[in-house]
């Protein structure tokens, strides 16, 4: 190549890679993300880029002017990535600022955790006790590990008392038992309370038997005495429609059959009109009518004189539900095992 053209050759290139950096420069100042300033890079600097395609002419110069344009070229090339550098940290903070701005915390917004929820028979126990308590009834407690006496003795059960294998139970190696149902409390209550009172007693009970649809070894009860000067049956229907009636939220027929339990005299089996035929008769009632809930009766004289009391001077009432019975007839569950069978699908429908 001509020396004059050569000149004029290489100051086109210097020229070229002037404009390149200012090119860049220019563009730079345009670019919002990442991905664009990334694609400005390799258009430029890259293998296939602009200043590539630049250097290629530099074959065609003088060894000097060749040496002079490379070196520019290296030059320019640093000061480019120096400006890309920059732009690059100034996107990455841009996007961060961006981010932020978008997230937002809540104080006030309620952490989304699992909730569980009280077991149905707690819940249904926790109701009964407002309705009772609603009518001046104290809930009371008493220990699952009773004395005989307690549980039989007390409650007019005699040593030799047929009624006595009416129950099966658990006896612990020195002597005491479960407690085979909650009336033990009607002693404890009797022991503490001053008459008159009023008591209810939920809790759990034990029974060493075979389990089916409507039998557990162990299951709730909720235990009631009423203690006054003059108490009859009457009083007794009153506090049970009244309950009934507020749990089962409609108006409840009751009526009474006898019934036979050592500590009440006289003693009944409380029935309910059935719930879901209105007393017409379906397969819940076997066609009676009547669902068999609950017993009950007034006091017998000798539990009242084992509580330490006058029996010419006070007569109660009590009466023995079935906790899990009334969640049953309430819900429509139809096998009692459900309950302590831990299946969280049975559960989770309460
Ligand atoms: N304790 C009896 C049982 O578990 C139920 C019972 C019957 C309780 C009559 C009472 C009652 O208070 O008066 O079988």
């Given at each position: 190549m001509?020396?004059a053209?050569q ?6 290139i ?10 860049a ?11 664009e300033?990334d ?12 200043l ?21 070229a ?8 120096l ?13 961060i600022?961006?981010?932020i701005?978008?997230e ?7 952490i ?8 149905p028979v ?14 001046g009834?104290r809930?009371?407690d008493?220990?699952?590990v ?10 007019n ?29 009607q002693?404890r ?26 039998h ?5 009860q909720?235990?009631g005495?009423?203690i ?7 009083n ?10 507020a749990f ?43 669902l ?9 004289p ?7 009391m006058?029996?010419?001077e006070?007569q ?12 049953m ?11 302590l069978s ?9």
């Open positions: 001509e020396k053209f000149t004029l050759f290489a100051m086109s210097f020229k070229q890679i002037e404009d390149l950096k200012n090119k420069e220019e563009q730079i100042q345009k670019i919002q993300t990442q991905t300033l694609q400005l890079h390799s258009s430029i600097l890259g293998k296939k880029g602009e590539t395609s630049i250097l290629k002419g530099l074959k065609d110069l003088s060894d000097q002017e060749r040496r002079e344009a490379g070196s520019a290296n030059e320019t090339r640093k000061e480019m990535d400006l890309f550098g920059n732009a690059k940290k100034q996107i990455e903070s841009l996007e600022q961006q981010r701005s978008k937002k915390y809540d104080a006030l917004k309620p989304e955790t699992a909730q569980g929820h009280l077991h707690t819940a249904v126990q926790y109701q009964v006790e407002d309705i009772f308590s609603s009518m009834f809930v009371m008493g220990p699952e009773e004395t005989d006496d307690n549980n039989f003795g007390k409650l059960f005699s040593e030799d008392h047929p009624a006595r294998d009416m129950q099966d139970t658990f006896w612990t190696e020195d002597g005491n038992l479960l407690r085979t149902h909650t009336s033990s409390v002693v209550a009797m022991e503490k309370l001053s008459p008159p009172f009023r008591i209810i007693a939920p809790g759990r009970v034990f029974r060493y038997e075979e389990t089916d649809a409507s557990e070894n162990t299951f709730y909720v235990e005495m009423l006054d000067r003059v108490v009859s049956v009457s007794l229907i009153y506090i049970m429609k009244t309950f009934l009636s089962f939220e409609r108006d409840v027929k009751v009526r009474l059959r006898p019934g036979y339990f050592p500590f009440v005299e006289p003693g009944f089996e409380l029935d309910i009109h059935c719930l879901l035929c209105s007393g017409k008769g379906c397969p819940v009632c076997k066609q009676s009518g009547w068999e809930l609950l017993p009950c009766g007034l006091v017998h000798n539990v009242i004189r084992a509580g330490g006058d029996p010419s006070w109660g009432f009590a009466f023995g539900m079935g906790l899990m019975r009334l969640v007839m309430k819900y429509s569950i139809e096998d009692i095992r459900h309950f831990g299946n969280l699908r049975f559960l989770k429908q309460f």
